[in-house]
């Protein structure tokens, strides 16, 4: 990605237009390039990669598909809003017409800033967050999904407690332009310490792939556990020094440079294989 002049950014999140992480992140890259804003009218937290596309809305709480509509074009609703658009869709419905529906084309799409760590492979398909910077990917314009660690931080957000977190995104557009990084991957997972504790530097990580749910059946109901929160909370995980997750433990800034999927595998064995089975 090389400018000539400031960058065109597209902002993004999952929590909503009114969230105080796309708030503090607006404010802050509004210093380095033109703000674009393109993002749901309301909180749609891990909805991952779906689309409003091919649906039509039956109520406010119901989704059909048309079977009958003889188009490919679906309409996605949005209001004014002093940032920029809120939309009744999701994350990547944002991340589209916001990629393909405004002029000119962004050079660079941020989703965030969430409130709440994403990490771990087991996360890309289910966050909104890092969901719509894929979705960018997908679309061949690079991006950044920002995210902020608020595990045991007991009060309520506001748009200045995201404001370090804002500093190192807008360093990161900043002086992306020119490096060369976008050729090499397509989008940047951004990991940044709960904002009462001050980040010891950044480290390049991978995702951890890692992955610990337990359910159970007790008193005729289904409980979910995540243990994969609960070693964090404890400050106890089984992470490689390398990964995401170990990384924010040490206060340390995770950046973790991906590719989106999906990466094929070697094909000879996968053909043997088959042809024993078909």
Not at 65 to 75: A, G
Not at 180 to 188: A, E, M, S, W
Not at 218 to 244: C, H, K, S, V, Y
Request: charged share 25%; with cysteine; aromatic share 6%.
């Amino acid at each position: 990605m090389e400018l000539d002049s400031e960058p065109h950014i597209l902002l993004t999140n999952d929590d909503g237009i009114d969230a105080p992480g796309i708030r503090a992140l607006h404010d802050a890259l509004s210093a380095v390039g033109t703000v674009t804003v393109v993002a749901p009218d309301r909180n749609r937290s891990a909805v991952g990669r779906s689309l409003s596309y091919g649906r039509t809305r039956s109520s406010d709480d119901d989704f059909s598909i048309d079977l009958e509509t003889d188009s490919f074009t679906s309409p996605v609703p949005h209001t004014d809003h002093e940032l920029g658009y809120a939309v009744d869709g999701t994350p990547c419905d944002c991340a589209i017409v916001g990629t393909k529906g405004l002029e000119p084309e962004p050079d660079i799409v941020v989703s965030g800033c969430n409130s709440g760590a994403n990490l771990g492979a087991y996360v890309f398909s289910r966050s909104g967050t890092v969901s719509a910077a894929m979705e960018a990917a997908f679309l061949e314009t690079p991006s950044i999904a920002v995210s902020m660690d608020t595990l045991g931080y007991d009060r309520d957000l506001e748009p200045a407690d995201f404001e370090r977190t804002g500093e190192i995104t807008a360093d990161l557009v900043a002086g992306v332009p020119g490096t060369g990084l976008f050729d090499r991957v397509d989008y940047l997972n951004v990991n940044v310490p709960r904002p009462d504790r001050e980040p010891n530097g950044f480290e390049l990580t991978r995702p951890t792939e890692i992955y610990e749910m337990d359910a159970a059946f007790e008193n005729g109901a289904f409980q979910l556990t995540n243990r994969l929160w609960q070693q964090m909370a404890n400050r106890d995980i089984p992470d490689a020094e390398d990964t995401d997750r170990h990384a924010l433990l040490k206060e340390r800034v995770s950046i973790s440079p991906l590719r989106v999927p999906y990466e094929v595998v070697d094909t000879e064995p996968v053909q043997r294989i088959l042809e024993d089975v078909l």
